[in-house]
């Protein structure tokens, strides 16, 4: 066990950062199995590693805003690290992946949700580098853009995570530098979120709810009225971390949304 007065390394804070992207706020805590198994990783207590979380989430204007001022005492490194890495996302999490095989040495955790940014070590053949990289980018933008959200459809309100999808705001294909960008995320139902790729809704800027007219017009289905129609004009559930860019809910409402 490292000494509880002895500095973080970089790969330490590395981890501990990308764990926070991952985590709701309500959730940093040392009993938060993920805690867990980061503490026995790096060999700290769960507590130091809540700790960390915390101290990460007082350097985040989303947080603060909030009058959640977190604890206040963020050091030098944990300063450094956010600087590196909160807008370089596609960094953050291969980079976490390759520090966490070191660590590890290649073994699972117990829980595929436990730090799953190592998930896919299993993959066999000539293209587990390829699909190794997707999974994890793809499973760090998902945990992202859900912990945002506290795990909840932001139109719908639904909690299931199984019906829960991390939509991107400007597709993947059209803009390669926000791909992971959990800012470039909403946490929809797969209904919500199907009807959102289609253009039939969207957030405008002020984060409210638009629907298309071609939605608007079927009032006489009971289950689009209640799930979709009726969400028109309506205020998101905002994040309480990752608030959706506007420059991106812009780009949605003027290239996606069907308007007419």
Not at 4 to 21: G, I, K, Q, T, V
Not at 137 to 143: C, I, L, T, V
Not at 210 to 229: C, F, G, P, T, Y
Request: aromatic residues 8%; charged residues 25%; glycine residues 6%.
């Amino acid at each position: 066990m490292a000494d509880r007065n002895s500095r973080w390394s970089r790969d330490e804070l590395l981890l501990a950062f990308n764990l926070y992207c991952r985590t709701p706020f309500g959730k940093m805590h040392s009993r938060n199995p993920e805690v867990i198994y980061l503490s026995k990783l790096i060999g700290r207590t769960s507590s130091s590693v809540a700790m960390k979380l915390v101290n990460f989430a007082s350097l985040d204007p989303d947080i603060t805003s909030s009058g959640r001022a977190g604890l206040g005492n963020a050091s030098a490194g944990d300063r450094a690290i956010w600087s590196e890495f909160h807008q370089d996302w596609e960094r953050l999490a291969l980079e976490s992946v390759e520090v966490l095989k070191v660590r590890s040495g290649g073994e699972k955790p117990e829980s595929d949700d436990t730090f799953d940014i190592n998930a896919e070590l299993s993959y066999e053949g000539v293209t587990k580098s390829v699909l190794t990289k997707v999974r994890v980018k793809q499973s760090f933008f998902r945990k992202s853009v859900l912990a945002g959200y506290q795990n909840r459809c932001c139109i719908s309100g639904v909690l299931e995570q199984k019906l829960l999808v991390a939509s991107h705001i400007v597709p993947w294909s059209e803009d390669k530098l926000n791909r992971l960008n959990p800012r470039n995320g909403l946490c929809l139902s797969s209904l919500h979120d199907r009807a959102f790729d289609q253009g039939l809704i969207t957030v405008t800027p002020d984060f409210k709810v638009r629907v298309a007219k071609q939605l608007r017009s079927h009032r006489d289905n009971a289950m689009i009225d209640s799930a979709i129609v009726k969400m028109e004009g309506r205020s998101i559930l905002l994040p309480e971390k990752f608030l959706p860019g506007r420059e991106f809910l812009m780009w949605h409402n003027k290239y996606r949304f069907e308007q007419l």
